[in-house]
């Protein structure tokens, strides 16, 4: 039984320690803050601006002045603070942070990650994946194991455009986790129920111990 | 009137526009964007224009009046999401568009504006991002050299200003506005509400109004949301995780 997306972002839930700064990408990894163990104080970083990322808000209390890096609406907290895009991506660049989790059209075994291009699609933008992955402490990446024609996305080399070269530490698909060491290899590290090894190494072109 | 008070958008940019001009506007998405200034300079009809921002609008909206109005020859941004025109317009070759890491680009405007010509940075090392830039080695790490940006012209939007030019953002509307004030030749700054000198608190003040040339009340105020994202009221609901 694969992991669910749920089950997946608890995974990934469990690489945040307690008095964590952390940036989450969009989609799966967005699901992570519903899943922090309760009690555990965690502060949230949104790019375009803000420490202290609070929930949705109630209807009457949207403010178009309040918004993460997804473009919506939230709500800020009693520890929250606003700065300026240059001071944000100085905390992320400057190492500041102590975890990002994101998103991956590929992964390779060395650690490279390419996920803003395909090549004969319009390119939307890298917005702020390069710096995060350059800057971060500690890179997580969440993705499905295959594509939906069931080639491998964890590979020997992205065939993408790189986001970044050798920056992720830990992979985490529905099938696996993976320790990377950058710039290294990579370690199978567990493996969701009822998945054999044999199915991973059918499913993975990267090689890993 | 004192020296850098305007009545409004059009008359805070007479004077100030030329055709094949770099324009800087502030905003993410289109939190924080200069309305009037972006209508204004639709308006003027100028062409061939420059444009650095995060994003060039979304459709209907912002600085995609602009770019439908043909007056856009080259955009340097991070993300051109969220806009079939921009997409449309790149397609037929009509736009050039130099991608930035959000990240650079923040810092190349930053560096316009604090006289730092060029830096280098760990982003986007080993990607086409260094391609035909210098890179090189520092403590091991593998940096890009990136250079600074200015505009002729820098648009921007703040919360509150005073005569002087001295400037308040609000919340997430502040994003590129600060640097973008510090790097224009000209720097125009929309308010939603201009006071008097005084009586903002001189320790509050996020831009000195050294960096502002122009001000002027905002009257259009739009603030259109990308996406309404909100949550349901429950009798126990828990309102100390962090969403979104």
């Not at chain 2, 210098?134 to 005569?163: I, P």
């Not at chain 2, 953002?169 to 000198?197: C, H, I, Q, S, W």
Request: contains cysteine; negative net charge.
């Amino acid at each position: 039984m694969p992991w669910t997306r749920e089950q997946m972002a608890a995974r990934a839930a469990r690489e945040v320690k307690d008095g964590f700064y952390v940036n989450l990408g969009i989609g799966i990894p967005t699901q992570v803050a519903n899943v922090l163990p309760p009690g555990m104080q965690v502060t949230l970083q949104s790019e375009n601006g803000m420490l202290g990322m609070g929930p949705f808000p109630y209807p009457e209390d949207i403010d178009p002045d309040l918004i993460n890096a997804g473009k919506q609406t939230i709500t800020e907290l009693a520890h929250s603070s606003y700065f300026s895009s240059a001071d944000s991506f100085g905390m992320i660049r400057g190492g500041h942070i102590d975890l990002t989790i994101l998103g991956s059209l590929q992964v390779a075994e060395n650690g490279d990650l390419a996920n803003w291009m395909v090549p004969g699609k319009m390119i939307k933008g890298m917005g702020g994946a390069m710096d995060l992955v350059a800057g971060v402490q500690r890179v997580v990446v969440l993705m499905e194991h295959v594509e939906k024609s069931g080639a491998p996305k964890f590979k020997r080399r992205c065939t993408l455009p790189l986001t970044g070269a050798a920056v992720v530490d830990l992979l985490i698909t529905d099938l696996a986790v993976f320790g990377i060491e950058r710039g290294g290899g990579a370690t199978l590290l567990e493996m969701a129920p009822g998945t054999s090894l044999d199915e991973i190494r059918a499913k993975t072109e990267a090689s890993f111990r | 009137m004192p020296r850098k008070i305007f009545p409004n958008a059009a008359a805070a940019l007479d004077g100030l526009l030329f055709d094949g001009m770099t324009v800087m506007a502030g905003g993410f998405g289109l939190c924080g964007i200069p309305e009037d200034l972006i209508l204004a300079l639709r308006d003027s009809g100028v062409e061939d224009l420059t444009v650095i921002g995060n994003n060039v609008g979304c459709d209907q909206h912002g600085l995609w009046h602009v770019l439908a109005n043909h007056q856009i020859r080259k955009v340097i941004l991070s993300y051109a999401g969220d806009n079939k025109l921009l997409e449309q317009s790149f397609l037929t070759g009509e736009i050039e568009i130099e991608f930035n890491p959000q990240g650079t680009l923040a810092e190349r405007i930053r560096a316009g504006g604090a006289g730092i010509l060029a830096f280098y940075t760990r982003t986007g090392y080993g990607t086409v991002i260094a391609e035909g830039k210098e890179t090189k080695q520092f403590g091991g790490k593998g940096c890009v050299l990136e250079t600074a940006l200015t505009a002729d012209v820098s648009l921007v939007k703040a919360w509150k200003g005073d005569s002087e030019g001295n400037l308040i953002y609000r919340k997430t509307a502040r994003n590129f506005n600060p640097m973008m004030a510090t790097a224009g030749a000209v720097t125009v700054a929309e308010v939603e509400l201009l006071v008097d000198v005084g009586d903002l608190h001189p320790d509050h003040i996020h831009t000195p109004g050294i960096f502002v040339d122009r001000i002027f009340r905002g009257v259009r105020h739009e603030k259109h949301i990308e996406r309404r994202a909100t949550r349901e009221r429950a009798p126990s609901s828990d309102a100390s995780g962090a969403g979104g």
